[in-house]
């Protein structure tokens, strides 16, 4: 049985392809969402007056405190500007992926040491990380949502070490037209990351599942 989440307030730090979507898509799905990106909330008007009542645009401290859950899609490398407190206590998606040409280097994920959600998590050790959107491209993300039990309905891999918080992730995912497929511990969400068999593959749950199994 999927978990229904119902009006949430959510705070989207990001306001770029994916977290532009996830706002309009949560939005539509009831939910009350602030926005953030890093110039400040007076250049997000034009994206708040397309999405209409239901959205709000803060800055990134004010959106993290705002949300009772946050989502985090920014450019990877750019994590560290992430504001701790304001996240404490909240389970936190990370939407993010780490490419070193956009991002920089970084020899531990260079070397396969940790991953890179696992390095946000330990930049917010009081937040329950779940690593879910990461894997589907925007415009996918927008236009392929289908209702459940629809054959053409695509899986989301999610990861995380707070099944509570993926059980609620796993609602969200649901609401937003995909089917939430439990990739297993932050660790292993190495399985669901650029390059990974599943990454942008867009598959049915039944496949997602073997191919993060392989
Ligand atoms: N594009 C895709 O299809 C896709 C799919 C899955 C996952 N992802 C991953 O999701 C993340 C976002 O991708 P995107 O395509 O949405 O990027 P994008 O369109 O370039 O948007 C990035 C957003 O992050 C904001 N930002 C950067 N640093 C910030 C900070 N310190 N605080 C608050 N906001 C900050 C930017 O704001 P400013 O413009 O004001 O700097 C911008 O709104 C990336 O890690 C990407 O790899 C992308």
Do not use: C
């Not at 993290?64 to 899609?73: H, N, R, S, T």
């Not at 020899?107 to 959600?117: C, F, G, K, P």
């Not at 918080?165 to 937003?176: C, E, M, N």
Request: glycine share 12%; net charge negative.
């Amino acid at each position: 049985m999927t978990p229904v989440v119902h009006g949430m307030r959510i705070g989207i730090i990001g306001a770029g392809h994916i977290g532009g979507t996830l706002a309009r898509g949560l939005v539509a799905a009831g939910h009350e969402v602030a926005i953030a990106n890093s110039r400040g909330p007076e250049t997000l008007r034009e994206l708040v007056t397309e999405i209409g009542p239901g959205v709000r645009a803060l800055d990134a401290a004010q959106a993290a405190e705002f949300g009772e859950l946050a989502i985090v899609a920014i450019p990877f490398g750019r994590y560290a500007e992430l504001p701790p407190d304001g996240l404490a206590g909240k389970v936190v998606i990370d939407a993010n992926n780490y490419y070193p040409e956009r991002d920089g280097h970084d020899a531990r994920l260079d070397d396969d040491r940790t991953t890179s959600s696992e390095l946000l998590a330990a930049h917010l050790p009081q937040s329950q990380v779940v690593k879910a959107f990461n894997t589907i491209r925007w415009d996918h993300l927008r236009d392929r949502g289908r209702p459940a039990g629809d054959p053409d309905r695509i899986g989301i891999p999610i990861a995380g070490d707070d099944q509570e918080a993926k059980r609620v992730v796993t609602g969200l995912v649901d609401q937003l037209g995909f089917d939430a497929v439990d990739a297993g511990s932050l660790a292993d969400g190495r399985r669901q990351q650029p390059g990974a068999p599943v990454y942008g593959a867009d598959l049915r749950t039944g496949e997602l599942r073997d191919r993060l199994a392989a």
